[in-house]
Nanobody
Framework: QLQASGGGLVRAGGSLRLSCAAS????????VGWFRQAPGKEREFVGV????????NYADSVKGRFTISRDNAKNTVYLQMNSLKPEDTAVYYC????????????????WGQGTQVTVSS
């Protein structure tokens, strides 16, 4: 089970850190991805981190501004969001899958409930 948290209201240029906490065993073997869905739009890939934390991959729209990290001892993955823009406003979801990381949301097995991020201009 995944629980996303840390969303809120922030001004453009500000920062937020989202957390994705997992319950259960074996989390350290899972790749974790972040996705977001803005009102009236399809859910889109934000970034993903390998189970080891060694490699990450990001959407072009967030590259250089967002950073994913993980602490397997705490069963938690983080999404640090800097230089936020109004177009980053969305519900953010974390998801996990047991094998290699991927950008394709249908390949993720487990999903958190989402946390709202609103960036004002």
């Amino acid at each position: 089970q995944l629980q996303a948290s840390g969303g809120g209201l922030v001004r453009a240029g500000g920062s937020l850190r989202l957390s994705c906490a997992a319950s259960g065993r074996g989390f350290e073997r899972y790749a974790v991805g972040w996705f977001r869905q803005a009102p009236g739009k399809e859910r889109e890939f934000v970034g993903v981190i390998r189970w080891s934390g060694i490699s990450t991959n990001y959407a072009d729209s967030v590259k250089g501004r967002f950073t994913i990290s993980r602490d397997n001892a705490k069963n938690t993955v983080y999404l640090q969001m800097n230089s936020l823009k109004p177009e980053d406003t969305a519900v953010y979801y974390c998801a996990a899958r047991s094998i290699a990381p991927t950008r394709r949301e249908y390949e993720f097995d487990y999903w958190g409930q989402g946390t709202q991020v609103t960036v004002s201009s």
